[in-house]
């Protein structure tokens, strides 16, 4: 037991470490540090060493060696590694495409909450071509998404009530997700500004669209949406 608690405490360690080498800039330290707990079965440090080798910070880029490492931290149910393989599974430029097993890698760590999972499983089904197109699919991430305060799912979510894919067309909702979306512009990363953005300029089209009734509808629906805070906005 005494030796399993001071390699677990080795391993933060060098988590630990590793990390302060990549903050200040040094990828080859990290990448030493944490290749020896990798080696030893730590999941944390196998997703790291993993994503290091995809990126090719610290070391030469190598997909098929970062896929090893990720694929060893996965066989520990490590979400990263899950969300990463999965993104490394749709990917059509070369042998990896793999796009059934990337659905199950999504859905298994979306339905744990996680919340990229979620927006990526919402994509998918609504744009189709790496799976059957399923608005009803994408309807359902993209809630759980939204719900979890994602920009780009609450766009997703006002587009489908935009047009009326997989769902009654509804002005007041579209407007409403549209809204909420838009209130992520500020104080936020260059990826969701840009959503935010987008979200923006779909509200202002919606909103020349919609009659008093829909505007008075629409308000109604983000006063109880914010009130549930986004648990029960339909």
């Known amino acids: ?38 080696t030893a079965g730590d999941p944390e440090a196998q997703y790291r060493l993993g994503m290091m080798y995809l990126s090719g910070r610290g070391v030469a880029h190598d997909k098929i060696t970062a896929m090893r490492w990720l694929r060893l931290a996965l066989e520990k149910h490590h979400l990263g590694a899950s969300l990463a393989l999965a993104k490394l599974y749709l990917d059509k430029t070369d042998g990896s495409y793999d796009p059934e097993a990337a659905i199950l890698l999504l859905r298994d760590v979306g339905e744990k909450g996680v919340i990229e999972a979620q927006r990526h499983l919402g994509q998918i089904y609504r744009n189709g071509g790496s799976v059957s197109q399923d608005f009803s699919e ?31 067309q509804s002005y007041p909702r579209a407007f409403m997700w549209m809204s909420l979306a838009a209130s992520g512009l500020t104080n936020n990363s260059p990826e969701r500004i840009m959503a935010a953005k987008t979200a923006v300029k779909a509200r202002n089209e919606i909103e020349r669209m919609m009659s008093a009734e829909d505007r008075a509808e629409a308000e109604r629906l983000a006063i109880a949406c914010w009130q549930a805070k986004l648990q029960q906005c339909d």
């Open 1 to 38: 037991m005494g030796l399993i608690v001071l390699a677990q405490g080795v391993a933060a360690d060098s988590l630990t470490e590793g990390q302060d080498a990549l903050m200040r800039g040094d990828d080859s330290g990290a990448v030493q540090l944490w290749t020896p707990p990798a």
């Open 138 to 168: 994408a309807l359902h991430w993209f809630k759980l998404g939204a719900s979890n305060g994602d920009i780009e799912s609450q766009v997703g979510l006002g587009e489908l009530y935009r047009y009326g894919y997989g769902v009654e």
